[in-house]
């Protein structure tokens, strides 16, 4: 069994939206009756629309349960040094462009890379692992490949969610 790396404030996420799903099952259940009350289920888009309700509902419970025993959960304040891991934050430089971008390297269940977060597990992160200042890196991307500088390592704790 692969072990998933995940944040302390990740897993707490996780657990919070879990719980939150599971209080909404009775709801969905009574909304599911009362349609069903309503008469022809054939032509009832109550019914229909609270049965998928269920069904995405049961499967986000399913997935989230079934990642639970296999996350290494790791406290962000306990990592540090001078290489790109899990929890840091990467400046890089496109080397063509002068373009920077900054991103904090997460687990695949945390990555938003709206909000600057990527998983260890997207080209980049991956690209990334290891790297150490000054250390460049090739990234394959949908417009070709894509050299970037290593500018800067930091280590800045929790991810704000």
């Keep these: 069994m692969d072990s998933i790396p995940i944040s302390v404030e990740g897993f707490r996420k996780l657990e919070r939206e879990l719980e939150r799903l599971k209080k ?5 259940i009574l909304a599911i009756k009362e349609a069903r009350e309503e008469g022809d289920l054939r032509e009832n ?46 400046e890089i430089e496109d080397v063509d462009t002068g373009d920077l971008k900054k991103y904090t390297l997460l687990g695949p269940d945390e990555a938003e890379p709206s909000k600057g977060t990527i998983s260890i597990l997207s080209p980049v ?20 490949k894509i050299n970037y500088e290593v500018v800067s390592i930091t280590f800045n704790g929790p991810i704000a969610s």
């Design 24 to 28: 909404e099952r009775p709801e969905v």
């Design 45 to 90: 888009a109550g019914y229909d629309a609270a049965r998928e309700r269920q069904g995405m509902l049961e499967a986000r419970i399913n997935f989230i349960e079934s990642r639970m025993p296999r996350f290494n959960v790791i406290d962000l304040d306990t990592l540090g040094g001078d290489q790109a891991i899990f929890g840091a934050t990467v």
């Design 125 to 144: 992160g991956q690209a990334l692992l290891g790297k150490q200042v000054g250390d460049e890196l090739v990234v394959d991307a949908p417009r070709g």
